[in-house]
């Protein structure tokens, strides 16, 4: 079965702090990776996707995300954090004919 | 390019009434998505479709929802009647998916309250 887990509901960094969430997939066929933002009040906006080839993954506004096939895991980071971070990040898993998603982070940026 | 577009953005009904949101993929995107958000979780996919023949309708509670997708463009969806637990924010995406590697498109989404 497909699946998607993100640990850590919440994550609060401080200001420039590295950002780092955590996204672990399951999947029985090669799996295609996606994060998503979503700011309060609006729609899922895609950050980055992994597909195929290189498995660092760069995406908008710094952040990037690197594709570990021997630790199923897709984890999002940021070297140095914004207040304008501060939203909510969902891990999406695709390679079947539907998307699944993670429960979702909420990174709090602390000035 | 227009993005996806939906409507209303917020809505307030009481229980037992009925409500139908309204959404407008991307032009030339064949699937299109409905997924349900309850505050502080991840979308659930409630239907899917690919042109106008539903895909996936395995979450849909079929008793009090519907949704269709005429001409395989816009798409409605219909909770007839609501009850208080679907109170969610209902977004509407849409993709050209060739296999899984094409991101999905989200409208903002229609808030609803059931009171």
């Known amino acids: 079965a497909q699946s998607v887990t993100q640990l850590g509901s919440h994550v609060s960094v401080s200001e420039g702090a590295l950002v780092l969430l955590r996204c672990n997939y399951s999947s029985s066929v090669p799996p295609y990776l996606f994060w998503y933002v979503q700011y309060p009040n609006q729609g899922l906006q895609l950050l980055l996707k992994?597909?195929?080839?290189?498995?660092l993954v760069k995406g908008i506004n710094g952040f990037e995300a690197e594709f570990k096939k021997s630790e199923t895991s897709f984890h999002l980071t940021k070297p140095s954090a914004h207040m304008s971070d501060a939203a909510e990040y969902f891990c999406?898993?695709?390679?079947?004919?539907?998307?699944?998603f993670g429960t979702g982070t909420r990174l709090k940026v602390l000035a | 390019e227009a993005g996806v577009a939906q409507s209303p953005r917020y809505k307030i009904i009481e229980k037992r009434q009925s409500v139908a949101f309204w959404c407008n993929p991307i032009s030339g995107h064949a699937t299109l998505y409905w997924y349900q958000q309850i505050l502080g979780q991840g979308p659930k996919l409630l239907i899917q479709f690919q042109n106008n023949g539903v895909v996936d309708d395995s979450q849909l509670p079929k008793d009090r929802f519907s949704a269709e997708r005429l001409k395989g463009v816009d798409s409605t969806l219909k909770i007839q009647p609501a009850k208080l637990e679907d109170s969610a924010v209902y977004l509407c995406a849409s993709s050209g998916w060739t296999g899984g590697n094409t991101e999905a498109f989200f409208g903002q989404g229609t808030r609803l309250t059931v009171v």
């Open positions: 999406a898993l695709g390679g079947t004919y539907k998307y699944i």
């Open positions: 992994y597909t195929t080839g290189a498995t």
